[in-house]
């Protein structure tokens, strides 16, 4: 089974996937950002880095892809391939930093991907405010991440609910994560567990 753990930067979906993880006995499987070779340029020139950025996204999560369909027990994924294109590269192709040149390249490439997996049994959807990202994003203090901008944020906020309700076609839960503490409150991560045992199990039916 494949779990994948969405949302946007700062909205907990490595806390959540290290949590869930160690709750049922999944795999943990996330995102490398420290090693990523691109990143921090990235963030002090987007518009010079950004197909570059996404290239090298794109080839990890299909990597990960790949190793999750041989797996024989259950994954749990922070971040998709699917959400690294419908909303981070198609933000950065609205802002201007891709031409259709690299972006249709981008596309086709990942089209082909897609032909060889399969969509995750359940997304979990991280909903969360802007101001509730900025203070996560500045308390866990990475550097290249303290110069990130409020539109950026709102950009991919809106993006996000349009690819949860409009694009994905796989089952999702949406969580909406400003009012719950789940790494420090039990019962909001209980909240969290008991919906899931619902979808994936059939258990606690409304």
């Known amino acids: 089974m494949h779990i994948v753990i969405a949302g946007n930067i700062g909205s907990g979906k490595s806390t959540l996937t290290r949590l869930l993880a160690r709750h049922y006995g999944w795999t943990p499987q996330f995102e490398a950002v420290d090693n990523n070779p691109y990143l921090e340029d990235y963030y002090r020139d987007i518009h ?5 950025l996404e290239v090298y996204f794109l080839k990890e999560r299909f990597r990960d892809l790949i190793a999750i ?3 024989q027990g259950t994954i749990i994924q922070d971040r998709s391939i699917f959400e690294g294109v419908y909303v981070f590269m198609a933000n950065n192709k609205a802002m201007g930093h891709l031409t259709d040149r690299d972006y249709n390249t981008y596309m ?3 089209e082909q991907m897609l032909t060889v997996v399969r969509m995750p049994d359940l997304m979990i959807y991280l909903r969360a405010s802007v ?3 900025v203070g996560n994003i ?4 990475r550097d290249y991440e303290q110069t990130i901008q409020l539109e ?6 809106r993006r996000y609910e349009d690819f949860i309700t409009n694009q ?9 994560k400003d009012a719950l503490d789940f790494e420090h409150r ?7 567990t008991n919906r899931i045992d619902r979808l994936l199990y059939g258990l606690f039916p409304e």
């Open 186 to 192: 039990p019962e909001d991560f209980a909240q969290i």
């Open 168 to 176: 994905y076609k796989g089952r999702t839960m949406i969580v909406d």
């Open 69 to 71: 369909g041989q797996s």
């Open 108 to 110: 086709e490439l990942f």
């Open 152 to 157: 950026y944020l709102e950009n991919l906020n």
């Open 48 to 52: 010079r880095w950004s197909f570059n």
């Open 131 to 133: 101001a509730h990202l």
């Open 138 to 141: 500045q308390q866990r203090g």
